[in-house]
């Protein structure tokens, strides 16, 4: 299972590559709100932060816009992915991007058969949003389900990048999918890292050692 970071915060993108558990970034128009100055420029660091894919998403709704963004946006860096909302120009856009060799992240996917067309229009990757469909009084992860099941019948190569995850128990039920890629807010990714009886093992462990070493107090490892 692949990780990103759903976030433009370079200060949280850097946490986490530096703990090695990043393959890649997710942003979205209102994350890069949530960010102080020029959003070229946060783009520009994230993209260089990043070994592995960055998705930034175009803004326009029509073909010729959409194209045009992403031709520019794809001149941030060699790793970037257009995201294209799922919408039909979005998908006419996909297969042209296709075609001049950019890859591209169809957003806002809120049904298995919206991915069966996103891959079938050439997506490298499709996010849907399980959360959304939560909140939406919908199981999300079913979804989830569907698609990995369909995409393995007919050996589609597009990504399944679960996106609008809200807890950590979204994660387990993604891999236990086969998801290809979970997007996680820091505040996700934080909560799967911690655990109260790794603090406590710890904090006993340093204070058993404490006593070693006024037992002993030349040792040295
Ligand atoms: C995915 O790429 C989106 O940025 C994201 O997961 C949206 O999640 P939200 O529903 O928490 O906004």
Do not use: P
């Given at each position: 299972m692949k990780i990103f970071l759903d976030s433009a915060n370079i200060e949280s993108i850097k946490k986490y590559n530096d703990m090695g558990i990043l393959d890649g970034v997710t942003t979205n128009p209102t994350l890069l709100?949530?960010?102080k100055g020029d959003p070229r420029d946060v783009?520009?660091?994230?993209?260089?932060?990043i070994r592995g894919p960055v998705s930034l998403?175009?803004?326009?709704?029509?073909y010729e816009v959409m194209m045009d963004?992403?031709?520019k946006l794809k001149k941030y860096g060699q790793n970037v992915v257009v995201k294209v909302p799922m919408i039909p120009a979005g998908?006419?856009?996909?297969?042209?991007l296709k075609e001049d060799g950019i890859p591209t992240n169809v957003t806002?996917?809120?049904?298995?058969?919206?991915?069966i067309l996103a891959a079938k229009a050439g997506a490298a990757y499709i996010s849907p949003f399980i959360g959304r469909l939560d909140d939406n009084g919908q199981d999300g992860i079913n979804i989830i389900r569907e698609i990995g099941q369909i995409f393995s019948n007919y050996k589609f190569e597009t990504e399944i990048l679960v996106a609008s995850i809200r807890h950590p128990l979204h994660v387990i039920e993604a891999g236990k999918c086969g998801a290809d890629i979970v997007t996680l807010p820091p505040d996700i990714l934080h909560k799967m890292l911690m655990h109260p009886l790794t603090d406590v093992g710890l904090s006993n462990f340093i204070s058993d050692w404490k006593k070693v070493r006024d037992m002993n107090p030349d040792l040295v490892f």
């Open positions: 709100s949530k960010e783009m520009n660091e994230i993209v260089r932060t998403e175009v803004i326009g709704t029509d963004e992403a031709h998908l006419r856009a996909v297969r042209s806002l996917v809120f049904s298995s058969n919206q991915a």
